[in-house]
């Protein structure tokens, strides 16, 4: 099994603390954020991680290396300045990743999740399995809803993406170069009833500012 971490973004709303560090080496209790996903996936047995990078990418490498710490075998996807945003990163990705499904997680989460969990496999018509949460308090409004096992533009009971999915690379066809988007992957597979998601109630915080960093920090140091 192979995974893709999400690590490029700049996290300005996350200055100053971004400010001479990339986002997912900020601590959590005292080990890096990006940490506790490396070791939540080598316990889930991945084997291949992949890790994109744009602002202080020296910065992970030195701190990953080859992954051999965690038992894993780590590569990098090196950015340019500004980063491809969320799917021109994963494109750029692709000859890593191979050709069977993958995971893809966000670098600047935290979850308790046990990723053991995580869905392995597809069904053949699924471009991807989206794992959502609970809306967060800032962002009451979620971002789709979530009826048998499909997710929906339309509905009522909205939920979050946690940034945690299982894809497939036909996703993300035609494979455009350069900045893009993810939302407009996920809007097309919706319409075409082709995006599978679970809801799990655990957990989960989007480390997006330093407020919600305080506050996680304070929750897991009790």
Known sequence: MRAMILAAGRGNRMRPLTDNQPKPLLPIAGKPLLAYH??????????????????????????????????????????????????????????????????????????????????????????????????????????????????VNDGSERKTFSGIGLY?????????????PLKTFFDRAINQSRLAASYWEGHWTDVGTPERLHQLNQQLEK
Do not use: C
Request: hydrophobic share 40%; net charge negative.
């Open 38 to 151: 490396l070791e939540k996936l080598a316990q889930a047995r991945v084997n291949e991680v992949v890790i994109n990078h744009a602002w202080h990418g020296e910065q992970i490498e030195n701190f990953v290396g080859d992954g051999s710490r965690w038992g894993l075998q780590v590569s990098f996807s090196a950015e340019p300045e500004g980063g491809l945003e969320t799917a021109g990163g994963i494109i750029k990705a692709l000859p890593l990743l191979g050709d069977e499904p993958f995971w893809v997680i966000n670098g600047d989460i935290w979850t308790d999740w046990d990723y053991r969990d995580l869905p392995t496999q597809l069904e053949t018509e699924q471009l991807a399995h989206l794992i959502m949460v609970k809306n967060p308090a800032h962002h009451p409004e979620g971002d789709f809803a979530l009826e048998n096992g499909l997710l």
């Open 168 to 180: 497939r690379k036909e996703l993300l066809e035609p494979y455009p170069q350069g900045k893009q």
